[in-house]
């Protein structure tokens, strides 16, 4: 059962796909995590955040105003070279796996999962799992559908009252039982472990 937590758990999606990189279907994404909320028994209990085309200026304002329990990133991952953001022109802007440890750091008073739902994100969950509870990242490529899936079956059962960890099992679930291959791709890292 999960530790008693404010009445209204909030959810925070970055969403980041620059113009020159692979379009994704971030928008079906967030919509999907809306529907899982919308239709589980707790889903109530939950509130959406969202913020789209994010810049790195973007991060410290939307995590320091909304305060979310969850931040859920959905875009691109480069492995050792960090989270493509935007830039001012809509372009790729990265940002390194030491700064994004180091932001939520500042933040472990109430932000206790981060979903990195990027390709090769598992470089940046290992480091930010030394500050916050619970991380997944991807230790490789992982298709859209696939990432889509991942996100509705976490969503589902997190809104279902179950933990982080069961919820990271729901998530590899729903990829396996569309029979996609990457139903192996998102890793759960826990802090001290």
């Known amino acids: ?3 008693d937590l404010p009445s209204k758990r909030t959810i925070l999606t970055l969403a980041s796909s620059p113009v020159n990189e692979a379009r994704l279907r971030l928008d079906k994404e967030v919509r999907e995590i809306k529907t899982a909320l919308r239709l589980a028994k707790y889903g109530d209990r939950f509130s959406l955040e969202q913020q789209w085309a ?3 200026d973007d991060l410290q304002d939307a995590l320091l105003d909304i305060e979310p329990e969850i931040v859920h990133f959905c875009g691109h991952g ?10 001012e022109m809509g ?19 109430h ?9 090769y994100s598992d470089v940046q969950a290992e480091a930010i799992r030394q500050h916050i509870d619970y991380v997944v990242g991807m230790n490789q490529a992982i298709g859209d559908e696939a990432a889509i899936n991942f996100s509705k079956g976490f969503y589902r ?13 729901f998530g590899c679930n729903a990829i396996d039982l569309q029979s996609l291959p990457d139903y192996l791709t998102p890793v759960l890292k826990k802090k001290n472990e």
Do not use: H, I, W
């Open 1 to 3: 059962m999960t530790p």
């Open 157 to 169: 059962a997190l809104a279902n009252n179950k933990t982080f960890e069961e919820a990271y099992e």
């Open 78 to 87: 480069t492995g050792v070279n960090g989270l493509a953001l935007e830039n």
């Open 91 to 109: 372009t790729v802007q990265l940002v390194s796996t030491d700064a994004l440890a180091r932001l939520f750091k500042l933040l472990t008073k």
């Open 111 to 119: 932000v206790r999962c981060v979903v990195l739902n990027a390709c």
């Open 54 to 56: 994010v810049r790195p």
